[in-house]
């Protein structure tokens, strides 16, 4: 491809002098200079553009000379070169990357591919002499035709590209970027042709079975012996060669391949499938049911089958842990094709990508990994540096050539014709700027004009008046948008709403003041304007004035209608069609008081936003489908598609007209589904339970619940009348929420006296009619427990019984070894359900996820510190409390814009205390339920002073400062007014320390000062025990969910891997983390697994 022209104007271009370039408003010359960022292409184009090797063993161009191919043999296998290995973007301690006999039969001790900057690059190529001239190499007359050409540069590089002359070229981080577009069209193609078994187009064949035979993997799936080629002589012109005869192969059935039953239920609920005219081609068109094939789709019909269409159509009809894979695959797809994406979801997006990728290496054959798959592992580069994947994808450029290709006159000058086609639409364009004509022709007109012009469809026209059709209500609400969203009116919206705050109703809240400003705004706005006519001087008064009087009742009705690029359809004449057009709404700023409402912006006034997506994405009305079978395979919590992933922090975008709500179908797996919105709170409420599950939860210790005449004190200090009547109705809809689920909290004291004290394993922790009282997340945790431990009882090499979670990284938590694990062991599990004292690990996994909860979300007043330096049994050793005296100081440092620190501290290891510090104010309370009983904070004092003064050193001075011996001090508050235990000794402590964060996180607002909190808690001293036990059962769920969820799911945050650490590592991990308890067993309390004697 030649390329030197380009070259030479974008030397011009980024020249110091510049091209010289009009400014039409200035009406003067400038220097305009300009660079190339970035090219997108096909990845075929990409080998051209970038001369570099895009096929054989180095075809990744990102892994370049390190890119981990595997050939396969010729005969009997494919002979095809695949790219697995991905478990090298996986941790170093990953247990996946020692079980070869689950991936290509070989460990992987490797870690990821370095990336080489633009200058090694750069190096590189200026110091390759036998580098090839740019062009054909053409072979002059009487001279040998040579045999090879130059062998490429550490077999990537086939020549340097003409765009390292450009001076910038070096210092850009991704000048070539994948094209997403193409990479989703072909993994969707071998997905569809695998899974349906194709012949033409299924990567899982005789050919990919013989691979795993010679690769030594997967016995069950390669083909039987005695079915296997028989070789046999015959003659060839005198000579005899050998020939394999090829029998018909019986290849046994896959985890990943569709029965004949399951591809009928598949293509059946495909036909059913009905999406908005223009959102993609009808997926019926490129089906053919009776060869039970795919062929057809365009690049665009491949992202909604991947994104939207496929993670339906698969419910139920597949193996859970394979169709846990697909779907965390489409959402993979379907997020980062988005408009906006959390730049802190990047990095988790990669972590799942890299898991869903050795989970497909477990199932699919490895013929299935082309380098079209690879790339998968390359793609989230490529949105970091440039952005979401729609600013640099070939989609806007393949829908330009389409209409290139429509200039075509003349076929056998195809490229004469384009050129004349482009110019004279370029003078046209240019004519009009200086002819006042209204139809120019030769071009195209717009569909619609302004947002409020459309057409209907003559077929079902009809004329009615909507007063004696009785349509009124329907037609006053309609002229009450209308008149909101048009600037000319916005003077008499605020001057109304301004009247109605000020006609001396007392205490109108928000929601009553705009309900009566829609009810009364059109009939208020018409008698205004005729008692105060314009002055007639402009169109504008003239407009007024007529918008004034509203519409006329007599209107036409239309069955279909088309505006701003979009086709309405009424239920009615929906029925028979095969796009779904009607069932869309538009969220608009006509705030009613509920609380779906109350995002009036999401369509912003006088912007037209219509439902890029409607109400429902797909309308799939398929046969009931029989659950997927039972399988082997250890139980996983699949990754749920997530509800809704859109940041409106700096940009607002278009959002689907739609709430989506997880619901479940087949067992262990969730899905995403549309759901019609809600105008009322309540009504929400009754249709998603899991939303009032995390009201509960968020909001689990309400002033009435806690203690009814300490209603005032709750409230916090200085709280305006509408603020507390708000707070007050919000507190009425916890009681309500808290007496909803209150049968779904166990009940500990209805358990027999004679129950096990302690955790026996295999056998249940609680009585079984206990167990199904149980929520959700706590039977199912419940009944993981089990299965782990009957396995671990029937193991002949068992692992220790717990859970692994790991800390994550970037949020200031403890990340050295051995803190960047914690252990969760079941017998800590066993005290969750009994309502015992809970272990140090607990209260950690608790505390990383609530101080991730605020980080996630910017809560910008208080932030939670790592407990894992603060016990007793290590700030005692004046080494490590020097560690941890470091790792306070660099948290205040990172937080210091916090108001106050929770920090969880264990002064014995079942005795918690939580201490609150207020860096700036230089004070620290400490909120202790168990006061009663002596304590000594002789080293955590010492330890925080010394922490602040470090910390007033690099920060700076603060607020208020108190000196001491040479060095500043905290004023520690021991005796300060919180919950109180009735019975200090009992070892609940930590239960009261969650309860107490959570009030805290709650109340963040009013309670940054110490006088605050004291205000807070004054009256909570004296609140009987028995009121606050009403709220262990919520604590229950909640840490339930998060081991559940958050440990034992991977796609949760503290998710390890599968497996455990070997146990020898654990030991040592517990050893330095001062955690030598020992493992309860069936026979009661000794050490598990078995010490081996030598």
Same mark, same amino acid.
Request: proline share 5%; no cysteine.
């Given at each position: 491809m030649y390329l030197e022209l380009l070259k030479e104007e974008l030397e011009t271009l980024w020249a110091e002098e510049g091209v010289d370039?009009?400014? =039409?408003?200035?009406? *003067? %010359?400038?220097?305009?200079? =300009? =660079?190339?960022?970035?090219?997108?292409?096909?990845y075929l184009g990409y080998g051209y553009i970038s001369c570099q090797v895009c096929h054989g063993h180095k075809a990744c161009v990102r892994c370049m000379e390190e890119t981990m191919f595997l050939q396969l043999g010729k005969d009997p296998g494919s002979s095809k070169t695949v790219y697995m290995g991905h478990r090298r973007w996986l941790q170093k301690t990953d247990p996946w990357r020692k079980r070869g006999d689950l991936f290509d039969g070989t460990n992987e001790p490797r870690g990821p591919p370095r990336k080489k900057s633009g200058e090694e690059i750069d190096t590189l190529l200026k110091g390759w002499k036998e580098c090839p001239a740019p062009g054909k190499i053409r072979q002059k007359p009487g001279e040998k035709k040579k045999k090879k050409e130059t062998t490429p540069l550490i077999g990537v590089w086939k020549r340097r590209s003409v765009f390292w002359d450009l001076p910038y070229w070096k210092i850009l981080d991704t000048p070539h970027c994948l094209d997403v577009m193409h990479i989703t069209k072909n993994v969707c193609e071998s997905l569809l042709g695998t899974l349906l078994n194709m012949p033409d187009r299924t990567k899982d064949g005789p050919k990919a079975r013989q691979d795993l035979k010679v690769l030594g993997i997967r016995e069950e799936l390669q083909i039987p012996p005695a079915q296997e080629g028989q070789s *046999? !002589?015959?003659a060839d012109g005198g000579q005899k060669r050998k020939r394999i005869k090829q029998p018909d192969y019986y290849c046994p059935p896959s985890c990943f391949t569709f029965s004949p039953a399951e591809v009928d239920q598949f293509f059946n609920c495909l036909v059913g499938v009905r999406v908005p005219f223009g959102y993609s081609g009808l997926i019926s068109r490129y089906m053919d049911p009776k060869k039970r094939n795919f062929s057809g789709m365009k690049s665009h019909d491949c992202h909604v089958m991947m994104t939207q269409i496929l993670p339906v159509a698969i419910r139920g009809i597949m193996d859970d842990h394979v169709r846990a894979t697909l779907t965390g695959l489409c959402n993979f797809f379907d997020v980062i094709t988005r408009k906006s994406i959390s730049v802190k979801k990047l990095a988790r997006l990669q972590e799942e990508i890299v898991v869903i990728l050795c989970e497909m290496e477990m199932y699919f054959p490895p013929a299935f990994f082309d380098v079209m798959v690879h790339l998968l592992v390359h793609i989230m580069d490529d949105i970091v540096s440039l952005g979401p994947a729609f600013l640099h994808n070939m989609m806007p450029f393949e829908r330009m050539n389409g209409v290139i290709k429509g200039y075509v006159r003349n076929r056998s000058h195809p490229d004469g014709s384009i050129v004349q086609g482009w110019l004279t639409e370029e003078c046209i364009s240019f004519c009009t700027n200086y002819l006042d004509i209204e139809d120019p022709v030769g071009l195209p007109q717009n569909k619609h004009l302004c947002r409020f012009e459309g057409v209907g469809h003559k077929n079902g026209r009809k004329e009615l008046h909507v007063h004696m059709s009785g349509r009124s209500s329907d037609f006053d609400r309609a002229n009450l948008v209308a008149l909101q969203h048009i600037d000319l009116i916005d003077p008499w919206l605020k001057e109304h709403k301004t009247m109605i705050e000020n006609s001396g109703k007392p205490m109108m809240t928000e929601a009553e003041i705009y309900r009566e400003h829609n009810s009364s705004f059109a009939r208020w706005f018409k008698d205004h304007i005729d008692a105060n006519p314009p002055p007639m001087d402009s169109d504008k008064d003239k407009l007024v004035l007529a918008l004034s009087h509203g519409p006329a009742p007599n209107i036409m009705t239309y069955q279909a209608y088309d505006i701003n690029g979009y086709t309405f359809y009424t239920e009615e004449k929906d029925k028979n069609s095969v796009y779904q057009n009607s069932g869309t709404l538009i969220r608009i700023n006509t705030y009613s008081g509920s609380t779906a409402s109350k995002d009036k912006h999401l369509a912003a006034p006088h912007v037209s936003v219509p439902p890029r997506q409607p109400a429902a994405p797909v309308v799939i009305a398929p046969p009931e489908r029989p659950a997927a079978p039972e399988v082997s395979a250890p139980p996983q919590q699949p990754a749920a598609p997530e509800a809704e992933e859109y940041e409106r922090d700096n940009f607002q975008w278009d959002i689907p007209t739609s709430s989506q709500v997880v619901h479940e179908d087949a067992p262990g797996l969730k899905y995403v589904c549309s759901k019609k919105l809600f105008d009322s709170q309540e009504t929400a409420e009754e249709e998603n339970p899991e939303e009032v599950a995390t009201a509960a939860v968020k909001n689990m210790l309400s002033p009435n619940t806690l203690? =009814? #005449? $300490? #209603?005032?004190?709750?409230?916090?200090?200085?709280?305006?009348? +509408? +603020?507390r009547k708000r707070q007050n109705k919000k507190d009425a809809q916890d009681k309500a929420a808290a007496a909803k689920s209150k049968d779904k909290v166990p009940l500990l004291d209805k358990l027999p006296n004679n129950w096990r004290p302690l955790h026996h394993l295999g056998q249940p922790m609680l009585p079984e009619h206990v167990v199904k009282k149980l929520t959700p997340d706590m039977r199912s945790l419940h009944e993981t427990v089990l299965h782990v431990e009957n396995l671990l009882l029937k193991s002949k090499d068992p692992g220790y019984p717990l859970f692994v979670a790991k800390v994550p990284t970037g949020m200031n938590f403890v990340e050295k070894y051995p803190a960047d694990l914690c252990f969760i062991r079941f017998n800590d599990i066993f005290s969750i359900y009994r309502m015992q004292a809970l272990h140090f690990s607990v209260v950690r996994l608790v505390a990383l996820s609530l101080s991730s909860q605020i980080v996630k979300e910017g809560t910008p007043t208080i932030a939670i510190m790592d407990p894992f330096y603060m016990r007793e049994s290590i700030i005692c050793n004046p080494g490590d409390r020097a560690i941890a005296t470091q790792q306070v100081e660099d948290f205040m440092l990172a937080n210091i814009k916090k108001g106050a620190i929770l920090i969880p501290y264990f002064p014995e290891d079942k005795f918690c205390t939580l201490i609150v510090v207020h860096p700036q104010h230089s004070h620290a309370v400490y909120l202790d339920s168990g006061r009663d009983r002596k304590k000594d904070y002789s080293h955590i004092r010492a330890l925080l002073n010394d922490a602040l003064t470090g910390f007033a050193n690099k920060a700076g001075p603060l607020k208020v400062e108190r000196k001491s011996r040479g060095g500043l001090v905290l004023t520690h508050t021991t005796n300060f007014p919180c919950l109180r235990q009735s019975t200090p000794d009992n070892g609940m402590d930590a239960w009261y320390a969650i309860l107490q964060m959570? !009030?805290?996180? +709650? %109340? $963040?607002?009013?309670?940054?000062l110490p006088e605050n909190l004291r205000n807070r808690f004054a009256n909570m001293a004296d609140v009987p025990d028995r009121e606050i036990r009403k709220n262990w059962g919520r604590i229950q769920q909640f840490i339930c969910t998060i081991i559940l969820q958050d440990v034992n799911n991977r796609s949760g945050e503290f998710f390890y891997g599968y497996g455990l650490p070997p146990n020898d590592e654990i030991d040592l991990r517990?050893?330095?983390s001062r955690d030598e308890r020992p493992f309860n067993s069936l026979e009661g309390c000794r050490p598990f697994p078995p010490r081996r004697t030598t």
């Open positions: 370039t009009w400014d =039409a408003v200035a009406e *003067e %010359y400038f220097p305009l200079r =300009a =660079a190339l960022i970035t090219t997108v292409q096909d *046999e !002589e015959e203690r =009814a #005449t $300490a #209603t005032t004190a709750m409230e916090g200090p200085s709280v305006q009348p +509408k +603020k959570q !009030e805290y996180i +709650k %109340y $963040a607002d009013d309670m940054l517990l050893e330095m």
